[in-house]
């Protein structure tokens, strides 16, 4: 929006309620292939973007402008550039963090919100401050915001970028997110979300999320400490529905798009 322009795929049935997909690190809008069939199916209209970095057309430069409320301002654009009103928003990992920042800021443009991996920001950061655990979980940040963590991911044919993903997601997958994120310049954008202090910092009218809700979160997911996901449902005065998948990492779109898309329709679906 503005002077950006991002790739966005819209598709589904034209008259669908429209459901707002955002993707997190280091991946891109195909981290909803497998999920979008299901909405479909079920007569949903979704939007996935790349989100500001991942595509030639918005890529500032520079970590402050990658700031989280200019990122939730990406997808209020984005809804205004598509006549949209309100959509059904879905968030994976950053784009749970962009998701949650959207619904508490800007919540009439948000009709529910599907949080998957990440917590309610102020969840995570009571977690930062007072839980080891939480610490533990996070001390792999320090490396994402140093000056040498995008030359040293990229080293021996990106060997750590694919230490990421294990054998959690697809080879097709994850070669589809290499070869984005080899691009030059995309992985240094990429990690300036890290860089921005997005995470560390707690924001201004940061405030709870009214919309009915559903937060989804993995036993074995090494992202958030068991405070940081219990102290989520503090922050939403809506309706609330917690889900634990049990035996699944990080990569839950990928690992379990049934699920994530069977929680979606809960929430989209009229009288969800």
């Known amino acids: ?7 966005v795929e819209v598709s589904g049935p034209e008259e669908g309620d429209p459901v707002l997909l955002l993707h997190g690190f280091p991946q891109s809008r195909h981290t909803w292939d497998q999920v979008v069939p299901e909405l479909h199916g079920a007569g949903l209209r979704t939007v996935a973007p790349d989100q500001r ?12 402008a990658y700031a989280l409320p200019l990122l939730a301002g990406d ?4 809804l205004d550039a598509l006549g949209i009103e309100s959509a059904h928003v879905v968030g994976h990992d950053w784009g749970a963090v962009v998701a949650w920042c959207l619904a508490a800021r800007h919540a009439t443009r948000v009709r529910t919100l599907t949080a998957v991996s990440f917590p309610h920001p102020e969840a995570f950061w009571y977690a930062l401050r007072n839980d080891p655990a939480q610490r533990e979980l996070s001390r792999y940040v320090a490396y994402f915001v140093s000056p040498e963590s995008t ?17 959690a997601v697809a080879p097709q997958q994850a070669k589809r997110y290499l070869d984005l994120h080899t691009r030059p ?15 560390f910092a707690e924001h201004e009218g940061f405030g709870p999320v009214v919309v009915p809700t559903t937060y989804i979160w993995s036993d074995d997911d090494r992202v958030a400490s068991r405070v940081a996901v219990d102290r989520t449902a503090e922050h939403v005065t809506g309706p609330y529905r917690f889900v634990l998948l049990e035996g699944i990492g990080h990569w839950q779109p ?9 929680e979606v329709l809960l929430r989209a679906r009229p009288g969800g």
């Not at 929006?1 to 790739?7: C, T």
């Not at 970095?53 to 402050?64: E, I, K, Q, V």
């Open 1 to 7: 929006m503005g002077d950006l322009v991002f790739d």
């Open 254 to 262: 990928e690992q379990a798009p049934d699920r994530i898309a069977a």
């Open 53 to 64: 970095g991942y595509c030639d057309g918005a890529r500032p430069a520079g970590a402050d």
């Open 151 to 167: 030359a040293g991911m990229l080293e021996d044919d990106a060997a750590m970028l694919r230490s990421l993903f294990g054998d």
């Open 185 to 199: 310049g995309v992985l240094d954008a990429a990690l300036n979300w890290y860089r921005s202090g997005s995470l």
């Open 75 to 78: 997808a209020v654009g984005l």
